[in-house]
């Protein structure tokens, strides 16, 4: 099967030599070019321009940052939209609002292309291993046919029904995940600063009815002090913010997902945004804590 895929993030990259390993043939696009080398690396063809990658494939998936980028290659010159037509399937796994991907879902779909959003849950590790877990939407032939693809990246694929569902499931997932992070942060400061081992408090938690993998896997690191991104912190203060959009819309109260949210950008605005979104914790440590 042959498949295009824009954006070689830290997600974009380790998807796409996932789909090479499995024999997919790949051609790559990445804002930043040079980007492509390593993908070539692997066995990857590169295109000049999401347009030319369009052209050239069946299917193509993007995997980029944010609702500004998703739209930028769809629109913009050189743009999806110059070379989608009939027959032709997009797959958007970037996590974005349901308004931003039904606008690229109306686009492609005017031009007689078939879109489904499937934006992830997992990071690095589970995108190198092909275990994320798949939140698909949109159009139900273009799932069934894409299938052998996410199969290879995930664990598990859910197909959601319209589009829009896969990208607010996603919200919901991450608006809890950041709302947890931000509570073990406190957690672990809260053990420490009271006298506490805080990496007795991680053995704790793991045996008790509030273990998780997320626990178990940024406990250590954040011990250590060490952030080296696998979900940057600017994405999920971006996943925050838009789940908090998606409350307004639907009058839910979310007092401590919004709690979350400037813990998320006073790190940012810290310079952190870039690290893995469990630097949250370094803004903790950050306030005067003297007596
Ligand atoms: N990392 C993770 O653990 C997970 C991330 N996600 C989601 O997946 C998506 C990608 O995440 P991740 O790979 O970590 O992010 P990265 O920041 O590592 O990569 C972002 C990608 O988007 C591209 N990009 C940014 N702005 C534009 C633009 N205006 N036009 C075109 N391309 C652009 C970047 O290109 P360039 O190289 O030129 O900057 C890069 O390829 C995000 O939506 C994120 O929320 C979902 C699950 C897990
Ligand atoms: O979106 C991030 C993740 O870990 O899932």
Redesign the pocket.
């Known amino acids: 099967m042959e498949v295009g895929f ?8 380790a998807m796409s030599i996932n789909l090479l390993r499995h024999g997919f043939k790949v051609t790559v696009w ?3 070019l040079s ?1 492509c080398d390593e993908l070539v690396e692997h066995g990857a063809s590169i295109g000049e321009t999401p347009a030319a990658v369009i052209k050239k494939c069946k299917y193509t998936i993007a ?4 609702p ?2 998703a739209l ?2 769809i629109f913009d010159k050189d743009g999806v939209l110059e070379q989608i037509s009939n027959g032709k399937g997009y797959i958007d ?4 609002d349901d308004d931003t991907s039904l606008k690229i879902s109306e686009a492609i779909k005017a031009k007689g292309g078939d879109f489904l959003e499937a ?6 590790k589970p ?1 190198e291993d092909g275990q994320l877990v798949i939140l698909a939407a949109g159009d139900k032939a273009l799932y069934d046919e894409i299938v052998p693809a996410f199969d290879v990246l995930g664990k598990k694929s859910f197909y959601l029904g319209e589009v829009g569902n896969g990208a607010k499931m ?1 919200l919901v997932v991450n608006m809890i995940m950041g709302s947890m992070m931000n509570a073990f942060s406190e957690g672990l400061t809260l053990a420490e600063r009271s006298g506490l081992n805080p990496a007795t408090l991680l053995d704790v938690l793991d045996l008790g009815a509030i273990s998780n993998a997320m626990f178990k896997l940024k406990g250590p690191t954040m011990l250590k002090n060490s952030y080296s ?4 912190l600017k ?1 999920q203060q ?2 925050m913010r838009l789940a908090l959009a998606l409350g307004d819309e639907n009058a839910v109260s979310m007092p401590v997902a919004a709690a979350a949210n400037e813990a998320f950008k006073t790190a940012r605005s810290l310079g952190l945004g870039d690290l893995d979104f469990s630097a949250v914790h370094e803004t903790l440590k950050a306030l005067d804590h003297s007596t």
Not at 6 to 13: D, H, N, Q, S, W
Not at 93 to 96: G, K, R, Y
Not at 119 to 124: D, E, I
């Open positions: 824009l954006g070689l993030g830290i997600m974009g990259k990445n804002r930043t980007k995997m980029l940052s944010d500004s980028a930028s290659v796994m970037s996590t974005v934006p992830v849950s997992g990071s690095k995108a996603k991104p696998a979900f940057p994405h971006k996943d």
